[in-house]
Every structure is written in C-alpha cells, then in structure tokens.
C-alpha cells in the first residue's frame, strides 16, 4: 500500500452511521456500538442484525497467525459463494471505509439507498470487478473518498497525521447464502467460517471476535459495532 494514504476512521458508530448517510444510505439500519461479548450484553443489542465491524491491532501474534491461514486455506482450498462481494485494501488506513463497502454491498436486499446515492452507484458500477479492480476502483472514487476525509475528522479522538504509522485495523462479517464470512482487505480473499443464520449471526460472528482477543490476551484495543435494523 504504496499509493494513497486516508486518514484512519474511528470505530465510532455515530461517525459510520453519519459516513453512510452522507454517500446516501437511508438510516433504516444504523450501526451501535456491542459492549461485550457475553450472552447478556449480546441480549442488548438491536435485531436483527446483518454485519459486525470488529477493529482490533495487528500485533505479531496476528501477523503470523495470517499467513499460516493464508497458507493453509491455499494448500487446503474453501467454499466461498460467489455472491459475497469482496474487495482488496490498496489506500493506507482505508480499511474502515472497505469494512463499511463489504457491510452495506452483502446486505443490499436489508439496505434502501436514496435514488442518487453515490455508495450505491459504486456497489453497481464495481460489482462485477474483481477485488483487485474494485480496489482500483475506490481509488479513483472522489464522493467516497472526500466523505471518509470529513468523517475521519468528525471522531472523539483527534485525527492522527497522514504519515502517523496506524497499527489497528477494521474488518467486516456478514452473512451471505447462510454462510458467515470474515472480509478484509489485506487479505487475498474472504475467509469462509462456516453456517450461519439471520437468528445466530450476532453470536456467530462474535464467536470469531473472541478468537481475535485470545489470540493476544495483553491486548484491550479491540472494538465490535453491529449493524441493526433501526
């Protein structure tokens, strides 16, 4: 990721919500904030809910535990629906506005756009590239890029500089044909983690959160937002 730098988005549910209004997405499903992972805290949170955001850092740990699995799914192969729309990360720090893309273009029979919606043109026109295209695509995308500009300002926490190395990283799960993928971008495709289903995707897609957590118990900067109907 050479090319272009965006300043990092906050895992901030007001900032996303206020980010997806603006490219034109009906507030019909709002992101919140999921402050635990247990079955009480879980009871808290709206349904239903069609995508998790998880931000968490990307340690050493992390690291090599990605390429044992890149390596592994390879080597082994996996099923992954043709229908789940993917894209790769080229933009430095983009990875909150690509967590958004992959929550709102694998839910777009939930999700209702204005007639204009510059996010929906986008889903439309990249639809068929492949990730690397889409990828190619996001970056000649001035209305997206312009509107995460603003709201990477818009957070509680000051924007840190363009240069300023960002260790924390945003993916996206959601719930494609009753299957549960985990979506980012540094990644050269989707990681399929099994069955899923509309009722047990909240608990399903915060089971694979905890394996982020265990993996690096000293770690506290892990954050889930949910994506709930309003």
Known sequence: MNGQRWLPLEANPDVMNQFLRQLGLLPTWQFGD????DPELLSMVPRPVCAVLLLFP?????????LEEEAK???????????????KQTIGNACGTI?????????????????????KMFLVQSTKLSPENKATFLEKDESIRVTHESSAQEGQTEAPSLDEKVDLHFIAFVNVGGHLYELDGRKPFPIAHGKTSEVRFLEDATEVCKTFMAR?????????VALSKA
């Open 34 to 37: 999921v402050y635990g992972m």
């Open 58 to 66: 990307v340690t050493e740990k992390y690291e090599s535990f990605r």
């Open 73 to 87: 799914i390879k080597a082994q192969g996996q099923e992954v629906s043709p229908d789940v729309y993917f894209m």
């Open 99 to 119: 967590g958004l893309i992959h929550a709102v273009a694998n839910n777009q029979e939930h999700l209702e756009f204005e007639a204009d919606s510059p996010l």
């Open 216 to 224: 690096d118990p000293q770690e506290l900067r892990f954050t889930v």
